[in-house]
């Protein structure tokens, strides 16, 4: 199912895109990304809400390269906060979209990426990629509708998907940067070390 | 955008594997970079719109050059300004896939930033180019080769941001200037100067500023009043085999142009692969006003990998030389020393060499017979065939076992050559060099002794260009045609009025 681009939240800035895009791959371990701004490759990102015919992106997407990752598909989602402010109603809808999304093309889906600059209910953190945290994410009124067609509650449970519940749950991410924290990588002399290693090995 | 580039990203987008759909992606833009460069190879890292790593990496193996392609699908000016400071230490080319300059979502500020970005991207010797801007010279050079080298230019070394309208009006600069340099108009040649010095780095823009001044000097200008440029000098070897390998579809006109200022120990020193189209047609254009001091032939067969056309010109052992049927001949820039050495041959019966020139359009002059150690001279002091002389025939009848050592033969628009048949060599007297047209189409007939059919293609490979250097029945014919023309002086063998020399060979020029 092909999807145009339409979703694009107001809280996310191009600086941050482009900043997480940046540390993930001076990881080296990101072969190919692309975002939603990216013309030939942004309907990658795009998925239908099962209902009410609306459609949604994710912020970036591409593939792992490397050993225990290689070739291994990630979706990410960026929140470019200084503090917890609504993200955790953010969350919730990530949730909702990654659910929808390994439904619906489960190639593309491999890793679902929450990266955000500020935490959110730190209390309950170790329980933020349950599947209960999943499930209940869900069931929240907000997604019932959108994700199940339906309002009631128990209808809704009635068409969870037990399996995407713990696909979903296994899959996340949970990474929290810092302005310090994107300074911590390898030096200039040894990105262009990496560089001429890779690029003499060019096909 | 190239209707091409435009059907390719489509049919990107309707691969159903996303890595089928980079794939497609990166050989589209290989296109675009080729349809550019033709001379450019390029390899794919497994990378795509990373932002350390390229997506591509061209190499020019001839000069050991190498620059990196970093793909960005969308032209975020923000994005590619941080992309110009981090990648700054690779110079690189970032081809954008969509136009920098024609944005659906225009950006607050865009102009400011652009702006920013080109002065950024010009002092980080940074290329940034959309798909108009690759079509903006990947067309033009189908129709222009100075705009082919422009475009290549810009691959290998281009910096700054290319729009297709930018590089519209730097294209119309470029190829009014070659236009007016020949007739040494300042004005668009400096305003073109400037343009190139401020869209490629130093090395680049030195090849090219070096092309326009040796166009503008090729047609009678001035160094002095040439505009002021930041890379001097002629045009050197390495510009020449540049323009070389990178112009291959280059007309003549083009060559002739260039190739006023050039000599034949430049090409002697070029780097070219055999067999190079470029050079048959330089030196086809320039055949008349290239010199040389002499030629020589020496024996070799086809060797194995090597092309089988014949005759053709190459670069052989430092010098340039036609490749014939089972014969090499090199030629000697300025002394006989650069040859090399010759064959162990005998000199020519006397009816061989009548036969020889019977079939060529050669004017004889002077023949030198030799048997033993004496040696007999007959020859024209006025320069006039001597051949068909009938004191000159009834010498070489009556003396047995005479032949040829050396003829010196007149080249058709002035000077003479003379030709050693035991070494198949062909020297210009004393220091004087000969026109290399000349002395080939002189010289090789009778060092060679090509077939009928050899003798039609020599003749076609060497022909002058200009029309009204050509002539129906020949030099030596129309000399025959002089009654009298030729005063022999026969030299007895023996005897007192017989003037008998010390064979020498012939002697290298200072």
Not at chain 1, 5 to 15: C, L, V, Y
Not at chain 2, 243 to 250: F, G, N, R, S
Request: proline share 4%.
């Amino acid at each position: 199912m092909s999807v145009v681009p339409g979703e694009n939240s107001q809280d996310i800035g191009r600086e941050g895109l482009y900043k997480a895009k940046r540390w993930l791959e001076l990881s080296t371990r990101v072969a190919s990304s692309w975002t939603h701004e990216d013309g030939p490759l942004a309907e990658l990102l795009g998925f239908y809400w099962p209902y009410g015919g609306r459609s949604f992106t994710f912020d970036l997407g591409g593939i792992f390269r490397g050993d225990d990752l290689a070739e291994q598909s990630f979706l990410v989602e960026v929140k470019n906060c200084k503090n917890e402010g609504n993200l955790p109603t953010h969350y919730r809808d990530f949730l909702a979209k990654c659910y929808v999304a390994f439904q619906a093309r489960p190639d593309r889906c491999a890793h679902f990426v929450w990266l955000s600059w500020a935490p959110f209910q730190a209390k309950n953190w170790d329980v933020h990629t349950s599947v209960e945290k999943v499930r209940s994410s869900l069931l929240h009124e907000a997604n019932r509708e959108r994700v199940f067609g339906v309002q009631d509650l128990e209808e809704a449970r009635e068409q969870l998907d037990a399996e995407t519940l713990v696909a979903v749950s296994e899959r996340l991410w949970l990474l929290t940067l810092s302005a310090k924290q994107e300074r911590l990588v390898l030096t200039k002399r040894h990105y262009l070390e990496v560089v001429k290693m890779i690029t003499d090995e060019a096909v | 955008m190239r209707t091409e580039f435009v059907h390719a990203l489509q049919e990107a987008n309707d691969q159903t594997t996303i890595d089928a759909r980079i794939e497609h992606i990166k050989r589209a833009v290989t296109h675009e970079v080729k349809a550019t460069d033709p001379a450019v190879t390029v390899r794919f890292t497994e990378y795509f719109n990373n932002v350390v790593v390229p997506d591509m990496v061209l190499r020019w193996p001839e000069e050991s050059r190498e620059r990196l392609l970093y793909l960005r699908p969308s032209a975020n000016l923000q994005w590619l300004e941080d992309d110009v400071v981090s990648l700054a230490p690779h110079r690189p080319m970032i081809f954008t896939l969509e136009d920098i300059d024609r944005r659906r979502d225009q950006e607050v500020g865009r102009d400011q930033a652009a702006l920013r970005l080109a002065e950024r991207a010009t002092s980080a010797e940074t290329w940034i180019a959309g798909p108009s801007a690759i079509e903006g010279v990947a067309e033009a050079r189908k129709t222009s080769p100075v705009v082919g080298l422009l475009g290549q230019a810009l691959i290998r070394g281009g910096k700054g941001v290319s729009t297709g309208q930018s590089v519209s009006e730097l294209t119309s600069i470029t190829v009014n200037a070659f236009n007016q340099a020949r007739t040494q108009v300042t004005q668009p040649v400096a305003e073109s100067v400037s343009s190139l010095e401020r869209s490629l780095d130093e090395q680049q823009a030195g090849r090219l500023t070096r092309i326009l001044r040796a166009v503008w000097e090729g047609h009678g200008g001035t160094a002095a009043a040439f505009p002021a440029v930041s890379s001097t000098g002629p045009l050197s070897e390495d510009d020449l085999s540049y323009l070389m390998i990178t112009l291959e579809d280059a007309p003549r006109e083009f060559w002739r142009r260039v190739g006023r200022n050039i000599t034949t120990a430049q090409l002697g020193r070029l780097r070219l692969a055999d067999p190079s189209r470029s050079l048959q047609n330089f030196v086809a254009a320039n055949l008349e006003s290239l010199s040389a001091k002499g030629l020589r032939v020496t024996s070799q067969q086809v060797r194995l990998g090597e092309s089988e056309d014949a005759p053709r010109w190459l670069i052989d052992r430092g010098c340039l030389a036609i490749r014939g049927w089972e014969w090499i001949a090199h030629l000697a820039a300025r002394r006989a020393e650069e040859l090399p050495p010759a064959e162990e041959g005998l000199p020519l019966e006397f009816a061989a060499l009548r036969e020889r020139v019977a079939d060529a359009d050669v004017l004889v002059t002077r023949v030198e017979f030799e048997k033993g150690d004496r040696a007999v001279s007959y020859e024209s002091k006025v320069r006039l065939d001597i051949l068909d002389d009938e004191d000159l025939t009834r010498v070489a009848d009556e003396v047995r076992g005479m032949a040829v050592e050396r003829a010196t033969v007149s080249l058709l628009g002035g000077g003479a050559a003379n030709v050693e048949f035991s070494t198949r060599t062909a020297l210009g007297p004393t220091s004087s060099t000969l026109p290399v047209g000349g002395l080939a189409r002189a010289a090789l007939p009778l060092l060679t002794s090509p077939q009928d059919d050899e003798a039609a293609a020599l003749d076609a490979f060497l022909a002058p260009e200009q029309t009204e250097l050509r002539f129906s029945g020949g030099v030596a014919d129309l000399a025959r045609g002089l009654p009298g023309a030729a005063e022999g002086v026969l030299r007895e063998p023996s005897g007192s009025a017989a003037q008998v020399e010390e064979v020498d060979d012939i002697q290298p020029p200072e």
